[in-house]
């Protein structure tokens, strides 16, 4: 789950990193009271969850109280990136020097946290790294030690940084590795660290992305992950326990694990358009697959369903008179197609095959897919 | 022959008490594992399935000489389990547990390294030998004995491969979920270096997904290493860029977790690449 900016950098400063005074508003009036309070210059800046949004046009310079409310007003209700804004963030403008960058990631493969820190921020530091790694310092740190602060000078040292530098881009490094530890996080970053005409370094923005499934016990942040979904099918997946993932097509499915609901998408996709990604996980009981079936055609002109579940730890059968509840309830009429397989498999035909469902018993994801095709262009169901 | 596990592999089961962990223990049984004891803290003195149950680890170990354990504990339980299992002497855990925080498996896995131990996981469906044991979840009639080795980063997909492999005639040696969190604590180089070992298994079917570079060090390592045929499948061509697709580890971010990327690696390391596990299954027919 990514914080806002806003919420990050309050964060950020918890941990002694030096930010820019701040708040966070909805209305253009109070971002001119704020503006007032600060002193101008400000900074106007959208709280969307997208990158790339400078570029977009979601910061805006003002010279005066004035000015910032003009440009709250601009951006409040607008979309920056497709993410409609509903809350501006108002900023004292920092004069900047340089921009460098700092940040933290989980190395996956390595299964460390890797520290970055590059003497010149404000740029892509995947394509930095990519064209200049010699500009980039970058190093995994254990688990059982964490950042040691001297090594956070050496890479400092490594990233072209002499002098009094060091010791402070270091210190306020090695506070951002402690809000990674700290709230279990996937990416904790600055880009750009300002460094003021008088070498004064300040976050002038505010990355954090906390792991989903450390969230329960991270209730101090009093944060809604639900909330942070703009994608209205997406959020109501969350609320219901599903991953749903909205795509612009015609066929929609429904799957018992994620390997498989990609396959099933991409199996679809040679032919038509997915309509949905959508992976149950192992918790299936009959309401989770009715509530699943009314996500999935709870946008109208689909032309057929394809359902594919195994049941391991699932119990199919369970999940399948929720499936044929729903089409029953709701009069469905596109053709819909399952193929299930594992334990209780007869049974779990059964009751599909009795509520109107088309069974394939194969194996094989493709001849499920082929059968649905098939059917979606007799026109049956 | 097969990795990791065997019918004489003595199994113990953490959180057997549990809903899902009996009813899994069943399963597990029925298979013919050899499941020796269960441990869920508090409630030991009972039995599950006619499996004892123990409160610690070190009590199952002492007293029935568990030497494997597969974890059906709940997800913020799992760092301490995997501390408490270690300690107690045990050589291979299964991870099945999902959403496991991803922190907590940094530490375990640094921690197991440290300690020679072999984990499997987290959000893993399992290890399963076929015709032998099973450790997890996977349906056993998806499953049938023979000679190609199978990894996969999705458990759903690993139960397909196997049955797409078996309508082609060819059974398993053993089948591996790796699970596909953003961090797991055995990685694809080295169960394929286990297969390539392995004088049971005479090729190995990979069955990756978009998100993160495990495919692309596999590919490395194929290539420098192997001399056992592969065969790969990537799932997620057409998952967009920046959704997680329902595993925490299957996202496509900054360009970086791509199929094209997999697809490529795999290929220049020599190792064709399936539209399908049914096409898969027919590549590997073709090899063997």
Known sequence: ?381 | MSILLDRATRVLVQGITGRVGQAQTRWMLEYGTNIVAGVTPGRGGQDVEGVPVYDSVSEAVSEQEAEASVFFVPAPFVKDTVFESVEAGIKLIVVVTEHTPVHDAMEVKEYARRHGVRIIGPTSPGIITPGEAKMGIMPGNMFAPGRIGVVSRSGTLSYEMSADLMAAGLGQSTVVGMGADPVVFTDLPELLALFEKDPGTDAVVIVGEVGGVQEERAAEFIGREMTKPVVAYIAGRSAPEGKRMGHAGAIIQGGLGTYESKAEAFRKAGVEVADSPMQAAELVRKLV
């Not at chain 1, 209205?232 to 991953?243: A, D, F, N, S, Y």
């Open chain 1, 1 to 381: 789950m990514r914080l806002y900016e806003h919420e990050a950098s309050a964060l950020f400063a918890t941990e002694g990193i030096p930010v820019p005074e701040s708040k966070a508003v909805a209305s253009a009036v109070e971002a001119r009271r704020v503006a007032e309070e600060l002193g101008p210059p400000v900074v106007v800046k959208a709280q969307v969850l997208a990158g790339g949004r400078g570029l977009a046009g979601g910061v805006r310079m003002a010279g005066s109280p004035a000015e910032a409310g003009e440009a709250a007003a601009q951006l409040l209700g607008s979309t920056i990136r497709g993410m409609p804004v509903d809350r501006v963030m108002v900023a004292r403008r920092v004069e900047v020097a340089r921009e460098l960058y700092l940040g933290v990631t989980v190395d996956g493969y390595k299964g460390l946290p890797r520290v970055i820190l590059s003497a010149e921020g404000g740029v892509s530091i995947e394509g930095l790294a990519r064209t200049h790694p010699e500009r980039v310092a970058s190093r995994p740190v254990s688990m059982v030690q964490g950042l040691r602060l001297f090594e956070a000078r050496q890479m400092a040292r490594e990233a072209g940084l002499v002098g009094g530098q060091t010791v402070q881009v270091a210190a306020i490094l090695h506070a951002l590795y402690r809000v990674f530890r700290r709230y279990d996080a996937l990416l904790a970053e600055i880009n750009p660290l300002a460094c003021t005409p008088e070498g004064q370094y300040m976050a002038i923005d505010a990355k954090l992305e906390i792991d989903d499934s450390s969230l329960y016990r991270h209730t101090e942040l009093g944060i809604d992950p639900e909330g942070r979904i703009d994608n209205p099918l997406e959020r109501m997946g969350r609320q219901i326990g599903v991953t749903y993932v909205d795509l612009d097509g015609e066929v929609g499915t429904i799957s018992s694990g994620a390997g498989l609901g990609m396959a099933s998408m991409d199996i679809v996709g040679r032919r038509f358009r997915p309509a949905n990604f959508l992976e149950t996980g192992g918790a299936i009981t009959e309401e989770l697959l009715y509530q699943a079936m009314g996500l999935v055609l709870h946008k109208g002109g689909l032309k057929g369903v394809f359902i594919n579940l195994y049941g391991g730890i699932n119990p199919i059968h369970e999940g399948a008179r929720g499936v044929v509840r729903y089409i029953q309830e709701h009069g469905v009429t596109i053709p819909v197609v399952a193929k299930a397989l594992g334990n209780r498999q007869e049974e779990t035909w059964e009751i599909l095959r009795r509520g109107g469902v088309h069974v394939v018993t194969d194996v094989e994801t493709e001849k499920g897919v082929e059968e649905l095709f098939r059917l979606m262009e007799e026109g049956t169901r």
